[in-house]
T-cell receptor, first 116, second 111 residues
Framework: NAGVTQTPKFQVLKTGQSMTLQCAQD?????MYWYRQDPGMGLRLIYY???????DKGEVPNGYNVSRLNKREFSLRLESAAPSQTSVYFC???????????????FGEGSRLTVL | QQQVKQSPQSLIVQKGGISIINCAYE??????FPWYQQFPGKGPALLIA?????SEKKEGRFTISFNKSAKQFSLHIMDSQPGDSATYFC??????????FGTGTSLTVIP
């Protein structure tokens, strides 16, 4: 059972280059998320998709775009990479558990991005 | 502005001791409070979670204590083991489907 799969695991970019991080989940979850993790800052939400066909900004959306391609896939695009976007990026998915609004976030193993 | 404040940033505990990590929040719209554990090179994984209508939840050596009036919650790890050495994140979920995470606590358990 693969869970949440992210590609690539590592990437080095030059300032101004563009790239797309791919994420796919095989748990039939409705909601998907992109986070970035920086030392001392914890995990910060970039964008999320509550269900197929919808996307919403999180805490730090500037410089990023997302696409919910279908129920399984949620991609994150950097149009013009900046050194401040050097980070570890995590994709996650979740199925809301009924009216109680619980439901575990399942994370991928991360994509480490360095922008020079 | 950090929606969930977590302390301490790092913690060193002797094997067999109690590890305590604290979190605080302001937004009363939060209604689900999970704790995540992360090992180096891996994604975070759910450890234990609590809803605000419960003051305490225990799963094995891990306990969440929740104080709704103070808007604080904490993770207690009893009989801490070297295998518990990891980074721990508290989080809070609002009704809008957004999780907000604390800044993390790096726990080291010394044998």
């Amino acid at each position: 059972n693969a869970g949440v799969t992210q590609t690539p695991k590592f990437q080095v970019l030059k300032t101004g280059q563009s790239m797309t991080l791919q994420c796919a989940q095989d748990m039939n979850h409705n909601s998907m998320y992109w986070y970035r993790q920086d030392p001392g800052m914890g995990l910060r939400l970039i964008y999320y998709s509550a269900s197929e066909g919808t996307t919403d900004k999180g805490e730090v959306p500037n410089g990023y775009n997302v696409s919910r391609l279908n129920k399984r896939e949620f991609s994150l695009r950097l149009e013009s990479a900046a050194p401040s976007q050097t980070s570890v990026y995590f994709c996650a998915s979740r199925e809301r558990q009924g009216r109680a609004n619980t439901g575990e976030l399942f994370f991928g193993e991360g994509s480490r991005l360095t922008v020079l | 502005q950090q929606q969930v404040k977590q302390s301490p940033q790092s913690l060193i505990v002797q094997k067999g001791g109690i590890s305590i990590i604290n979190c605080a929040y302001e937004n009363t719209a939060f209604d689900y409070f999970p704790w995540y554990q992360q090992f180096p090179g891996k994604g975070p994984a759910l450890l234990i979670a609590i809803r605000p209508d419960v003051s305490e939840k225990k799963e094995g050596r891990f306990t969440i204590s929740f104080n709704k009036s103070a808007k604080q919650f904490s993770l207690h790890i009893m009989d801490s083991q070297p295998g518990d050495s990891a980074t721990y994140f508290c989080a809070a979920l609002n009704t809008g489907n957004q999780f907000y995470f604390g800044t993390g606590t790096s726990l080291t358990v010394i044998p």
